[in-house]
Each structure stands twice: as C-alpha cells, then as structure tokens.
C-alpha cells in the first residue's frame, strides 16, 4: 500500500523532531502507533467481513471448480496427496465390522502375540546370559584366589 522506507522514515522522525520538540515526541508516536493500530484492526475486520461474505455467496466452490478447470495436473496431484494422507493409517477407514476389518483385528492380535514372545525370549535369553556372566565371574574369582593361596584347603579348612 505505502512503500516507505527506512530513509523516508528517518526524514520524518527528524522533520518531527524539529517540529514538534524533543519534549513531545514520544507523546506524538505514541499517537501515530494507537491510530496505525486502529486503522490496522479497522481493515482485518473490513477483510473478515468480506470473505464472510465471499463464503456465503460461494466463491470459494466457484474458485475451486476454476483451479480444477484451469489446471488439470494440480488438481490430479491433490487428489494423489490426499490419498497418499488416507494410506498413512489405512486401519482408521476400515469397518470393524466387515471382513477385512475382522482380519485386521486378527492379525493385530497375532501381531502383538508376536511381539510379547519376542520380547519374553529376549528377556529368558538376556537372564541366560547375565547368569553365566556371573557364574563364570565367581570362577575367575575362585580361580584368582587359588592362584594367589587364598583358597581353602581341600578338606575345607583354612590352610
């Protein structure tokens, strides 16, 4: 709308300065800032009130059929889009009560039963493992201690 610049700007402040004094300068652009605010507010609110208006007289319908006419690809990549969007969660659009829908809770069910047995193998295999950890631990700390002549004695005296 006003193409103003930072030296217009500069030029105004100073043509202001002079003016008006140093003195009520900042009551002066205190102003200037609550009338630019209103007339701010005063145009969203003229700009919401015409497209209020442009949706109930169906524009929006009238520039959608337009685009579709006008650009055949776009509107083919839209609709591509959108069912790209619909497969991200295909189970949402499913009737539970149908076929399909009875063989999608199925294999989720079998799915997770999956998951919990591999889970309690990974747990059955890790405890495995931590035990012989530990087994073979306490041998090398039997075998240190014989080594060094900590060990007892065979008839389970000290020595």
Not at 77 to 101: F, R, Y
């Amino acid at each position: 709308m006003f193409d103003i610049g930072f030296p217009e700007l500069l030029v105004i402040g100073i043509v202001a300065l002079i003016v008006v004094g140093p003195k009520d300068l900042p009551v002066l652009f205190k102003k200037a800032g609550q009338f630019v605010g209103k007339a701010r507010g005063m145009a969203r609110e003229f700009s919401r009130a015409m497209n209020d208006a442009a949706d109930q007289a169906g524009v929006k319908e009238a520039q959608q059929a337009f685009k579709t006419a006008t650009n055949p690809v776009g509107t083919a990549m839209d609709g591509v889009k959108d069912a790209a969007k619909s497969m991200t969660n295909p189970l949402s659009s499913i009737d539970p009560d149908s076929e399909t829908g009875k063989l999608s809770a199925e294999r989720e069910e079998a799915r997770k039963k999956i998951e919990a047995n591999a889970a309690r193998a990974s747990a059955d295999r890790l405890a495995r493992e931590a035990e012989a950890a530990s087994k073979r631990a306490k041998e090398l700390e039997a075998s240190m201690k014989r080594d060094t002549g900590d060990a007892p004695d065979a008839d389970g005296g000290d020595a």
